[in-house]
């Protein structure tokens, strides 16, 4: 049984394909269209799912939708009217287009996929999961685990902004919910928004920049603005917010609160917005805390499983490891909303079709991830010569030996090799790769490569065989979820005048033996790198350890700002020639900076957006 599950129409559109349980093909729309968070229906993702179906196959048997859209309506109304006459502009602008395109779904996914297969009868196949059920499944089923509490926090999905299940095998069952406008996930982009940064895109940012600020408004938070309980539930005040029923996300009680409006994005960030960015962190970090504790004493588990978007926040779930109240954890790469087309997938299989499940013990069913788009090595060349690149085709130990080379002279390297990633993370798959010895390569990758704010941290891959050496963590960290401090014996001391450093001023001191990927705090966001997953990776990592005596590699995506991650051999060529990269290893395929021509350079700098 092949199933397409599909997730769109709010942010991050995406399709994956299972089959017979096991996950066969997933990828974002964004990575096709290069349209950055991409809500459209997926067609080009599904396109690739359904060319990953069984040859002769007329497609999957069944396609399912990560959420009833005839619930949300039915938030949506019943907000409105909670909040009337507030929010008629809002009103004005979402109810026609849900008349329009949204409310009737089965109808437009029907449209869609007959374009694609105009002989199929799909009204006939369509499914559709709950919002809360896609994420759990996503995280529960292709997890290592028998059983398992499974915690979704996010934004909101029907009514749902925070629930709790408890899997067992095939059956996967919610027990617990809390409902909108209590949100852990709109809290965290109402700060996002008052920092500056982009809703369902920046807060990324807001974590990043946490570290540089003292938690001073915590408690202002914790008295004005919820009223938590030991469980981790919550209730918001709000009347400090304005997205119920608004167009933004705060509003001028909540400006008065803190003392200052929203940030515009042209505006330079102050300590202030550091500080606020460190106290919303705080908040959120102890709601994590409460409601992993009352899962783990409501349901008597040993092991958790984590989605939604919250579940992106890899400071928080880094606390929640080391809490100990589980013995194992496992979060889903793409835990927002993409994910939720993989989740719906795997609900409709196992519990709509009473499917038994296949336990992947000790290694997960993602496949690390890469379940993207390849290409093969003839194909590349192909299109790299179309392109005008220059280029040396190489053997595989040769290709290892230059791109360790580069790596070890300073050099930033694309890295674009086997299937593409998916989910937000680049994981070795499209990346642009660093020595993370280097105390200048933060600043030089940020600035000169991905043309973004200085004060952004890189992560850092390095051997799963020598993780507890150079960090303090001792745990699998596949897809990048976790953060974990620098090994004591890798930290450097600061010096008394160092320590007396506020906010972005802590940026250039050197804190460990690898300070390009060690954040200001002294942690890092760790990837683990499994030769079962990616062998070629992991072969890099061990030649760059034999030469240098250091495992750990800087790894960001291949991207710019403003940009998805390339999905391409012609973008990453683009990206190549239009950043300050070195060199560039695609397949077998191995370009350096000085040898292609100058007129095919990009000039992404005066170009990009905002992101």
């Keep these: 049984m092949e199933i397409l599950g599909i997730s769109a129409f709010y942010h991050d559109s995406a399709a994956a394909l299972v089959r017979d349980g096991k996950i066969i093909a997933a990828a974002q729309e964004e990575r096709f269209t290069r349209k950055k968070h991409d809500s459209d229906f997926p067609r080009n993702a599904v396109q690739f799912c359904m060319d990953a179906c069984k040859k002769g196959s007329p497609g999957p048997d069944y396609v399912v939708f990560y959420e009833k859209p005839f619930i949300k309506f039915e938030r949506l109304l019943e907000t409105y009217f909670a909040f009337a006459p507030n929010g008629l502009e809002s009103f004005r602008m979402a109810i026609p287009l849900w008349i329009r395109e949204k409310l009737f ?269 390849d290409h093969s090595q003839i194909e590349i060349e192909q299109r790299l010569e179309a392109a005008g690149a220059v280029f040396h085709v190489l053997g595989d130990n040769c290709l290892i030996t230059e791109c360790v080379n580069a790596l070890e002279s300073g050099q930033a390297l694309g890295w674009f090799q086997g299937r593409m990633e998916f989910g937000p993370r680049a994981l070795g798959g499209r990346s642009i790769l660093a020595d993370a010895r280097s105390p200048s390569m933060q600043s030089v990758l940020n600035l000169k490569v991905k043309y973004r704010e200085s004060f952004r941290p890189f992560a850092p891959s390095v051997l799963r065989e020598d993780v507890s050496d150079w960090f303090d963590l001792d745990a699998d960290s596949p897809y990048m979820l976790l953060v974990a401090a620098v090994a004591p014996s890798k930290q450097t001391r600061m010096t008394t005048e160092d320590q007396k450093r506020f906010g972005i001023d802590k940026l250039n001191v050197p804190r460990s033996a690898i300070p390009a990927v060690t954040h200001v705090d002294y942690s890092a966001r760790i990837q683990t790198v499994h030769a079962e997953t990616n062998p070629r990776y992991a072969q890099l990592l061990k030649a760059f350890k034999q030469r240098t005596g250091c495992p750990v590699l800087v790894n960001t995506s291949f991207n710019v700002r403003g940009e998805p991650i390339v999905g391409t051999p012609e973008e990453a060529f683009q990206c190549f020639m239009g950043t300050q990269i070195d060199a560039l290893a695609i397949g077998n395929c191995f370009l350096r900076k000085g040898e292609q021509r100058p007129e095919l350079a990009n000039n992404y700098a005066s170009t990009l957006e905002m992101d």
């Design 105 to 373: 779904q089965r109808s437009l996914l029907n449209r869609e996929l007959t374009k694609l297969r105009p002989h199929t009868k799909w009204d006939k196949k369509i499914l559709f999961s709950e919002h809360h059920l896609s994420h759990a499944a996503s995280a529960f089923y292709p997890s290592p685990f028998g059983e398992a509490a499974v915690l979704t926090t996010d934004g909101v999905g029907e009514w749902a902004t925070t629930s709790i299940a408890i899997g067992n095998n095939k059956n996967l069952q919610i027990v617990k919910e809390l409902h909108f406008p209590h949100s852990l996930g709109l809290l965290y982009s109402a700060f996002t928004y008052h920092a500056g940064f982009k809703v369902n895109s920046g807060e990324y940012k807001l974590m990043g920049l946490a570290p540089y600020g003292e938690p001073k408004y915590a408690q202002r938070i914790f008295d004005k603005l919820l009223d938590l309980k030991s469980d981790g539930s919550f209730r918001l005040d709000v009347s400090y917010f304005n997205y119920c029923a608004g167009l933004t996300m705060t509003n001028s009680k909540f400006d008065e609160l803190f003392g200052c409006p929203p940030r515009k994005p042209s505006e330079s960030l102050t300590q202030k917005h550091m500080d606020i960015a460190a106290s919303i962190q705080v908040v959120l970090e102890e709601i994590m805390l409460r409601m992993t504790r009352f899962a783990s004493r409501e349901t008597g588990l040993r092991n958790l499983c984590l989605a939604g978007g919250c579940a992106l926040n890899c400071v928080a779930n880094g606390k929640v490891m080391r809490d100990g109240h589980f013995d194992g954890i496992w979060i889903q790469p793409a835990s927002g909303d993409a994910g939720g087309a993989l989740g719906a997938a795997l609900a409709a299989y196992h519990i709509h079709f009473d499917r038994d499940r296949e336990l992947s013990s000790p290694e997960d069913a993602m496949r690390g991830s890469y379940l993207g788009p």
